[in-house]
T-cell receptor, first 115, second 113 residues
Framework: DAGVTQSPTHLIKTRGQQVTLRCSPKSGHDTVSWYQQALGQGPQFIFQYYEEEERQRGNFPDRFSGHQFPNYSSELNVNALLLGDSALYLC??????????????FGPGTRLTVL | AQSVTQLGSHVSVSEGALVLLRCNYSSSVPPYLFWYVQYPNQGLQLLLKYTSAATLVKGINGFEAEFKKSETSFHLTKPSAHMSDAAEYFCAVSTGANSKLTFGKGITLSVRP
């Protein structure tokens, strides 16, 4: 059973460019959340997708957008990249209302470097 | 609103010694609490979770944590540290059906031979 997969592993972009990160959830999961982890910090919630709609959003600007496809995979898009967008981007998948635990399974992340 | 405070950014213990990593939370509703571990260049792995059942929670790799409502704490412990425990540890809080996790800044655990 494949866990959460993310691509690419690493990415280097320059300021002002746009980037797309991809995530495939764990088998059987239909909810995908995205987190940004800056160096030396804990992950911060960006947004969550369920049934192809953004269900919840954290405190991130509109430059950050996403999409969920019918097969539950998801993309994170960031426009007009800033140096401060350099971080590890983590995708997590879960089942909606999974008992009371809300357990999320994380992928290995995409390391984005903005020069 | 919810938040997590992890005091100290780095803890160093000797192999075989007790591991204690502190976590305090703030939540306006009964919380669900989690500890995750992150090894270098990897994603997050769930160690254990509290979901309003038993207050003493046992997780993987010999770790356990105790939920103390009066102290708003969820400290992580392990009786005997192993070299393989060296990693970054994150405490996180969620408020139930809302799957958003709010993380602390993390604690780096070093284990000395």
């Amino acid at each position: 059973d494949a866990g959460v997969t993310q691509s690419p592993t690493h990415l280097i972009k320059t300021r002002g460019q746009q980037v797309t990160l991809r995530c495939s959830p764990k088998s059987g999961h239909d909810t995908v959340s995205w987190y940004q982890q800056a160096l030396g910090q804990g992950p911060q919630f960006i947004f969550q997708y369920y049934e192809e709609e953004e269900r919840q959003r954290g405190n991130f600007p509109d430059r950050f957008s996403g999409h969920q496809f019918p097969n539950y995979s998801s993309e994170l898009n960031v426009n007009a990249l800033l140096l401060g967008d350099s971080a590890l981007y983590l995708c997590a998948s879960s089942l909606p209302g999974q008992g009371r635990s809300n357990e999320q399974f994380f992928g290995p992340g995409t390391r984005l470097t903005v020069l | 609103a919810q938040s997590v405070t992890q005091l100290g950014s780095h803890v160093s213990v000797s192999e075989g010694a007790l591991v204690l990593l502190r976590c305090n939370y703030s939540s306006s509703v009964p919380p669900y609490l989690f500890w995750y571990v992150q090894y270098p260049n990897q994603g997050l792995q769930l160690l254990l979770k509290y979901t309003s059942a038993a207050t003493l929670v046992k997780g993987i790799n010999g770790f356990e944590a105790e939920f103390k409502k009066s102290e708003t704490s969820f400290h992580l412990t392990k009786p005997s540290a192993h070299m393989s425990d060296a990693a970054e540890y994150f405490c996180a809080v969620s408020t139930g059906a809302n799957s958003k996790l709010t993380f602390g800044k993390g604690i780096t655990l070093s284990v000395r031979p």
